[in-house]
């Protein structure tokens, strides 16, 4: 079983929307993956989200502070393949515990100086617990290279961290999407282009999990 946590300090940067979608698209390969979605943010939009969702899979469960351990061991016990957390900002008390236990922690980024000014605290909670990273760069613009230079920007401050090839476009399908209780690829077809780039990452990400 492989534990998959997305994190950051920041508000605002997607990390919902990016953990919904990596634990809807684990369910959704051929080989019919068991993912359990832990909803540790305090503003429970992943659990907002399922109450418009009419699919019972993943499952999403409120996570209950301090008993992540517990929630792994019946993990385990049940046969899960994967679990994707949906983790608090770095004060929460269990952020530390839950950052330990993970194989990867996506660290979502919006181009800009904003969310690169906030990195430093997520990048020392990564290091600080020994978790292996990575940075996914999201909401970027259509146009401008503004993507590029934070990338590059991330690379000199965190050059143990590496940034996913995959980027997720600014779109206005992924937010039509979660208002409706789905996830981009089972809201549109495989040609829109949202629905192809979170593929993408998902295929990237979980090539990183091996």
């Given amino acids: 079983m492989k534990v998959l946590s997305v994190f950051t300090s920041k508000g605002g940067s997607g990390k919902s929307t990016l953990a919904i979608h990596m634990a809807v698209l684990a369910s959704q390969q051929k080989r019919q993956n068991r993912v359990l979605m832990l909803d540790y943010d305090v503003q429970e939009s992943s659990t907002y ?9 993943p499952p999403v469960l409120p996570a209950d502070p301090g008993s992540f351990t517990g929630y792994l061991e019946q993990a385990a016990e049940e046969g899960l393949d994967l679990v994707v957390v949906d983790m608090p900002p770095h004060s929460a008390t269990q952020a530390d515990l839950v950052l330990s236990r993970s194989d990867l922690v996506l660290v979502p980024v919006r181009p800009g100086a904003l969310d690169i000014w906030a990195i430093e605290t997520t990048v020392k909670a990564i290091n600080d617990n020994g978790a292996r990273g990575i ?3 999201n909401q970027v613009p259509s146009r401008g290279a503004e993507a590029d230079e934070t990338e590059e920007i991330l690379s000199q401050l965190a050059p143990q961290i590496p940034v996913a090839k995959s980027r997720l476009g600014y779109r206005k399908p992924f937010s039509s999407a979660l208002n409706a209780g789905l996830a981009i690829t ?7 282009k949202a629905a192809q780039e979170a593929t993408a990452l998902f295929a990237e990400i979980k090539r990183n999990l091996k």
């Fill in 49 to 57: 989200w399922t109450r418009t969702r009419k699919a019972e899979t």
């Fill in 135 to 137: 940075f996914v760069l």
């Fill in 186 to 192: 089972e809201f549109a077809g495989p040609r829109e």
